[in-house]
């Protein structure tokens, strides 16, 4: 069928590794004769049907390995979530192009935008291999044990958790931060590998698997105080109450929205402020601060989980030598076991993952609904890299 | 004058080094026969006035240098700001127990405390030396070329920014940053160190140094967005109007007041979401996102300078030895030169640095008040660190 060109995208919110995946499909790529042209579509979808491609065939390797190294999207992300026509647009530009080998790294609606694809393909029997490549920091997919993004963006809000707690332990007082996350709580829930000895914050943690009680927060947030002298906490930005309306937009009138009807939730700290308003005129309490986390937890430079960096790697090989022994699907991530830590890769069907959200199961969350379960720390704690940093403490003997 | 006891205690905001330049005073101390015991008071100047001590003389060595590595301030910190009633409280603690060097680590409040007790042991000629080691993320302590603190607090700051530059590339619109200074922007202007190609953000600057105008604001974010097709813009907490009102006291009609009658500015995310707001409403750009980086910027588990951290020990050793020497006074930095980077320890006057704020000189800021200078640049850069990250772009050529 003369040469066969390959096409890369990147979609959805940027990683600290995403671009780890990138290079792991450039250098496979490179390993296959039948693989002619190595394209990258700027912007994601938009860059596809607008034609705006980049050549990565020839690209020095040392190069992509410092690019692997950069947080972001180094070929541009995009928002776009495909419908029909979109896709048949983005199909007809593939069959132009002789591209042979579709990957898309990207979150769930990637995955869609792919299946939607291959049917296209297959309608009119063009031999088209579309394979999605996983990557968000919300662990979100289903399937996947976890997902290429999460360890380095966990990395990130354990590190900060472990710094703040030190902080609020010597200048005491209610701490309260918002982490990423709008329906799965597994990058909230991370915070308690800040925990070393007993103490430690975060005091509370808050996921949006559960009911977010105003009145139960506030007595949580007492019971706490009152123990440590302080308190830690940590709250998902999708917490809602029992309607399952956000709590951020129970608060701000102005609240902005999305194409999709979604509260926007990330780029404000408005959620932070709320709860800080309602500590302290239901406590008492006069030293309450809150911070939100924003940005920086997907993209902060030289905060990567080096498990994580080999992981996103791994998928974007697997996922050429997928396409090149005719797969359609996804590469899904399976922990073989937790102590040591191993896992294997598998290629998924596009609809085990397309569209679909995982949540946080049963055992990860504690009954009391405001902790996490040992079971999520043996779970999580392999994944944000082999050398996580530790806190030392002053042990010095009291003068009388 | 029988044995001789030395008194250590950190004040004011913890740092990520804080605690190098309180290893540094415990390990010198030990190489001074004349030194019997080492105290460390608990929670500041709270801890001296309560006889709250621990006794440090003995921890072993690896233990200390494990805590050095640690952020924020191991024997815990005060926000208290002693009065001359309180400061006679101090000295006769240290009478009581014989301690003949007291070395307080903080900003120009903990220098100027220094300062009255000093005052107070001169008058009934207790042999007291009272030595200031100097610490703040804010680099706002006169005479110093810069603060141990500043160094990490701005890496922090740039690394931030510099993934943050890369998100936004992939996914273009404008982004404001609130980076904590209330009088000195110097933390704010680090951030220019994310910029390494042209087009990379921060576009826009604005320091506590100048007058905020709206107006002018609003203007200078669409001329950034038409050139770049997005904007970034690092502002610090402490920007306020020609009258010298915070931007933040004039949206919070619930703002909080300290006891110095300062409106609180950190752990609050109110100025980003009012510029955001004021972006919107004035520019027609719907994108426009915001972060307060808050708490991480002085405390972030992983992210401090190697410079910094040499230089924070090293006021501490130096400020014992000065001690030991007879002298009362502040331990200071001096810059030699900046290429390489060189820079000399100083004895100065507690009253050339007490109580006293230093801001950024003018050659530092940009004529047009929204920018830094080149000279600014080679100021910060060498205290960031000798291992700053870089990002790598992609440079593929387009295919036709």
Redesign the interface.
């Given at each position: 069928m003369g040469e066969e060109n390959l096409l890369v995208a990147?979609g959805g919110?940027?990683t600290?590794v995403i671009n780890q995946s990138l290079v792991g499909v450039i250098l496979e790529a490179r390993n296959h004769p039948s693989i002619d042209?190595i394209?990258?579509a700027l912007?994601g979808v938009d860059g596809i049907v607008g034609?705006d491609?980049?050549?990565?065939t020839d690209?020095p390797a040392d190069?992509l390995e410092?690019?692997a190294?950069?947080?972001?999207?180094?070929?541009?992300?995009?928002?776009s979530k495909p419908d029909a026509d979109f896709c048949e647009r983005i199909f007809e530009v593939c069959q132009k192009r002789n591209i042979r080998h579709f990957l898309y790294i990207g979150g769930n609606d990637s995955s869609d935008t792919l299946r939607i694809v291959n049917e296209a393909s297959e309608r009119v029997d063009y031999d088209l291999r579309c394979i999605h490549v996983p990557k968000t920091i919300d662990n979100d997919l289903m399937v996947n044990d976890h997902t290429p993004g999460f360890g380095s963006a966990a990395r990130f809000v354990a590190?900060?958790f472990?710094?703040?707690n030190?902080?609020n332990?010597?200048?005491p007082g209610v701490?309260i931060a918002v982490v990423m996350g709008r329906h799965a709580g597994f990058l909230t829930a991370a915070s308690a590998l800040a925990r070393e000895v007993e103490g430690d914050g975060p005091h509370l943690i808050y996921v949006p698997e559960r009911t977010f009680d105003t009145d139960q927060f506030i007595a949580d947030v007492k019971t706490a105080h009152a123990k440590y002298g302080r308190c830690m906490v940590a709250v998902s930005e999708g917490i809602h109450d029992a309607s399952g309306t956000p709590m951020l937009a129970q608060l701000a009138a102005n609240a902005e929205y999305d194409a999709h009807g979604n509260v926007q939730l990330?780029?404000?700290?408005?959620l932070?402020?709320l709860l800080?308003k309602v500590v302290k005129e239901n406590t008492g309490i006069t030293r309450?601060?809150?911070?939100?986390?924003?940005?920086?937890q997907?993209?902060?430079?030289?905060?990567a989980s080096n498990v994580d960096q080999c992981e996103a790697r791994g998928v974007g090989i697997k996922a050429v030598q997928a396409a090149v022994e005719g797969h359609d699907g996804t590469i899904t991530i399976h922990r073989l076991s937790s102590v040591p830590y191993t896992h294997e890769l598998r290629v998924s069907p596009l609809e085990s993952v397309a569209g679909l959200t995982r949540v946080m199961p049963d055992e990860f969350i504690a009954p009391t609904n405001n902790d996490v379960t040992d079971a999520f720390l043996t779970y999580v704690r392999p994944l944000v890299g082999t050398d996580f940093?530790t806190?030392?403490?002053?042990?010095?003997?009291?003068?009388d």
């Open positions: 990147q919110g940027p600290a042209r394209y990258g912007h034609e491609f980049v050549d990565l690209i190069e410092a690019i190294l950069t947080p972001a999207a180094a070929l541009g992300s995009t928002r590190s900060a472990a710094g703040v030190l902080d332990a010597a200048l701490y990330s780029g404000s700290g408005a932070a402020d800080v309450v601060r809150a911070d939100t986390f924003g940005y920086l997907r993209s902060f430079l030289g905060c940093p806190a030392t403490r002053l042990n010095a003997p009291k003068v």
